[in-house]
């Protein structure tokens, strides 16, 4: 990858780092459902003003539709899974469970989209697996039934990551691809309007306790517009290129960000757990990503 791709996915990695945080803020206070649904639909509302400001031609190609239920797997259903996570979870946790995304990338790739799966990267999604399991088991967090319901949520959400990588991939680049800022402007509708009715049902049947103060405000203008909004313009960038599985493991790189945000203002507990799992994680993670020989360039093609 050129500088600049590596720079793209630092940035993303410390911003989406922070989102754990947020997520671990508001969750709690106003609920899973609304989490999600104003995390997508403040998203939706500053790509809206962004695109406008910056002039950007509103030509989706005819792919509107597709970007829109791509906004729904990429977007929807994993903002709604971990507000889950978040309401159990501490926001370390979270992080590093999402950095297992590359993991079912692979296992993805393999079985529905014609990837090569070699022994070592079947080893590295065993071996990512069990350092999950050490997390579970080892953490400061007590291991219950919340704590794995909690840890479902996330491996649920990063699956879903893992086929909207390839799915992006193949609908979207194809035919001159799609401006990154429209892909994300579109995928943020889809999940807004997913949410939406869900978002009402909840609202009218069980309605926050209480809407929070300014800091979970603030929190969710964070989550929504430097998280969510401009994290997908840089995300749907590095899709078309350096390709889904190489975008993916940014999130390996979340996890110090995550960890290290929740330990500096939430006051959440560290332990040996998080470098042991990290680092089997880490080590997982190189057996996905090293190019098998004659195959280097495979996945920056996608």
């Excluded at 990858?1 to 709690?28: H, K, Q, T, Y």
């Excluded at 840890?151 to 194809?174: E, N, P, Q, S, V």
């Amino acid at each position: 990858m050129n500088p600049v791709d590596i720079f793209r996915m630092l940035s993303l990695a410390a911003i989406w780092g922070a989102s754990f945080l947020f997520m671990r803020i508001i969750a709690p206070v106003i609920g899973t459902v609304p989490t999600g649904f104003l995390r997508v639909s403040i998203a939706a509302a500053g790509l809206l003003v962004i695109l406008g400001l910056m002039r950007i031609s509103w030509d989706f190609k005819g792919k509107l539709k597709t970007v829109m239920l791509l906004g729904v797997i990429n977007s929807g259903i994993p903002a709604t899974l971990y507000s889950v996570a978040a309401q159990v979870l501490p926001a370390g946790y979270s992080a590093i469970f999402n950095a297992t995304t590359p993991l079912m990338g692979v296992l993805i790739g393999g079985l529905f989209f014609s990837e090569k799966l070699t022994p070592a990267k079947l080893g590295g999604v065993f071996l990512g697996l069990f350092g999950v399991g050490v997390l579970t088991r080892a953490g400061p967090v007590a291991f219950d039934m919340q704590l794995l319901m909690g840890a479902l949520a996330c491996l649920l959400a990063t699956t879903c990551y893992g086929f909207a990588g390839f799915l992006a991939r193949r609908w979207l680049d194809h035919a001159g691809g799609l401006d990154s800022r429209l892909s994300a402007l579109g995928s943020m509708l889809g999940a807004t309007l997913f949410l939406l009715p869900l978002f009402a049902y909840s609202v009218a049947t069980q309605p926050p306790a209480s809407w929070g103060g300014w800091n979970v405000w603030l929190s969710l203008l964070g989550l929504g517009l430097g998280c969510t909004a401009f994290a997908y313009i840089i995300y749907f960038r590095l899709l078309t290129s350096v390709g889904p599985v190489k975008s993916m493991t940014v999130t390996f790189m979340i996890p110090p960000f995550g960890v290290l945000w929740g330990a500096l203002l939430l006051d959440e507990p560290l332990s040996m757990a998080h470098i042991y799992g990290g680092m089997l994680i880490a080590v997982a993670l190189w057996l996905v990503l090293k190019p098998a020989r004659g195959l280097a360039g495979r996945f920056v093609q996608g």
